[in-house]
């Protein structure tokens, strides 16, 4: 059994910064690619970070430049560190990662339970 368990979400004033952390345990072999998502009150969850194993990165263009996705393979965790924080950032932020459970396994898309990030004017 896999988990994905977030940390860091809250509170922050808009220009303000915050990190979030994701980490994965259980039955693990390899981890492909992690991501995070977000859903705000009312809309779609939506793309906004991706690391692959390789180190190659992706962003969504709202939070682009502002946003850096990193990970730690030794302790299987994503990070996500976000500044010049806007209001428009609130939501609920998921992390998302692709787990081999053995070798010669498929991966397997595995969530977290979401953290709240609120950015306030």
């Known amino acids: 059994q896999v988990q994905l368990v977030e940390f860091g979400g809250g509170l922050v004033q808009a220009g303000g910064s915050l990190t979030l952390s994701c980490e994965a345990s259980g039955t693990i072999f390899s981890i492909n690619a992690m991501g995070w998502y977000r859903q705000a009150p009312g809309k779609q969850r939506e793309f906004v970070a991706v690391i692959r194993d390789g180190g190659t990165t992706d962003y969504a263009d709202s939070v682009k430049a502002r946003f850096t996705i990193s990970r730690d393979d030794a302790k299987n965790t994503v990070y996500l560190q976000m500044n010049s924080l806007k209001p428009e950032d609130t939501a609920v932020y998921y992390c998302?990662?692709?787990?081999?459970?053995?070798?010669?396994?498929?991966?397997?898309?595995?969530w977290g339970q979401g953290t709240q990030v609120t950015v306030s004017s």
């Open positions: 998302n990662a692709a787990i081999r459970y053995y070798s010669g396994n498929r991966f397997n898309s595995h």
